[in-house]
């Protein structure tokens, strides 16, 4: 078949113009700003340590950048006002205990719990080995010296028909070194290093959640801010999750070197061993059925439920103030 001139020409001006246009290409290409990472602030409820392990080590080895996301830890301490921060717009996310969690919710404050930090909250009962108290039943007629407000005291002397003496917390641990009869309420990751460091023992320990009071350190996000941005929560949650399985089975070395900079009293020691103990307490992963690597972050409803009724029958929790789909959900979680 022969080609007219006119279509030979139309065909080479054609093939020019693909010519300039593929060296114009090449040589200036267009400008592509990738979008902005999207900002999430989280306030923690305590001072960086290493109970945070699992934020700092996703900080650290960039899961949440990788996601897209700009995360800013803000450290905490006794006076952090995670749930007014929350409330107020001033944390995204914020971290918590579930029955703290519960009250403030019942108080109309405008959060959901997302996820767990730990399967179960670390506060404990701290005791002399040679105490001669072994159950809660043996509390009856002693002192401890805990936080008033501990939804876990009224929860004992219901449960058990007890009564004991309540010596408000200073968070010290100088009167438990130099008392052998005191019973302290603890923080089960830390505080025994600082009464080994003191001079003292390894104490022993009576858990909340053997009484069947069995509250989770969650994860709280504003209601609403959590509802205009699904994605990006569930990036945050991804990450997250990611960031413990990291610290938990693989090095640690990251989060420790991000924690000491923003905390300098971090010591390398200090920070062995209370990941140590978050993990022999399987206080992440949880324990028992379904316990494991992909129980982290989990929450369930079913404990959800527990809780509630748990807080209500004690007349902390107003009775029908709040449900479960009030309190949690999963449709965040990985």
Not at 137 to 166: Q, V
Not at 171 to 184: E, G, H, M, R, T
Not at 299 to 319: H, M, N, S, V, Y
């Amino acid at each position: 078949m022969t080609r007219s001139p006119r279509l030979l020409a139309l065909l080479a001006t054609a093939a020019l113009a693909l010519a300039g246009c593929a060296k114009k290409t090449a040589t200036s290409p267009t400008p592509f700003a990738p979008a902005a990472p999207f900002k999430i602030t989280v306030q923690l409820d305590w001072i960086a340590e290493p109970e945070h392990g699992g934020f700092y080590q996703a900080q650290a080895k960039g899961y949440f950048k990788a996601e897209g996301l700009d995360v800013e830890l803000i450290p905490g301490g006794p006076n952090a006002l995670v749930m007014q921060k929350l409330a107020t717009g001033r944390a995204d996310i914020g971290q918590g205990d579930s029955t703290n969690t519960l009250l403030a919710i019942a108080q109309d404050i405008p959060v959901i719990q997302i996820g767990a930090v730990f399967q179960n909250d670390p506060s404990v009962l701290m005791l002399h080995d040679e105490n001669p108290v072994k159950t809660f039943a043996d509390l009856n007629g002693k002192t401890i010296m805990a936080r008033p407000e501990w939804a876990f005291l009224p929860y004992l002397r219901k449960k058990y028909n007890i009564d004991f003496k309540l010596v408000p917390q200073n968070y010290s641990v100088a009167n438990f070194v130099a008392d052998k009869d005191l019973i302290q309420q603890g923080y089960y990751i830390a505080e025994p290093y600082h009464i080994i460091n003191a001079g003292g023992q390894m104490p022993r320990f009576l858990y909340a959640w053997d009484a069947g009071f069995d509250s989770y350190c969650v994860l709280v996000a504003n209601k609403t801010w959590a509802a205009a941005h699904p994605d990006q929560v569930r990036a945050f949650m991804r990450a997250y999750v990611h960031g413990w399985l990291d610290y938990l089975a693989g090095d640690p070395t990251p989060a420790h070197e991000l924690l000491k900079k923003v905390n300098p009293i971090n010591t390398d020691d200090f920070m062995m061993f209370s990941r140590k103990m978050i993990i022999d307490g399987e206080l992440v992963t949880g324990r028992g059925p379904g316990a494991g690597a992909d129980n982290i972050g989990r929450i369930t409803k079913e404990r959800f439920a527990t809780q509630i009724q748990q807080l209500e029958d004690l007349g902390i929790l107003p009775k029908g103030k709040v449900t479960v789909p009030q309190a949690m959900t999963t449709d965040y979680l990985p």
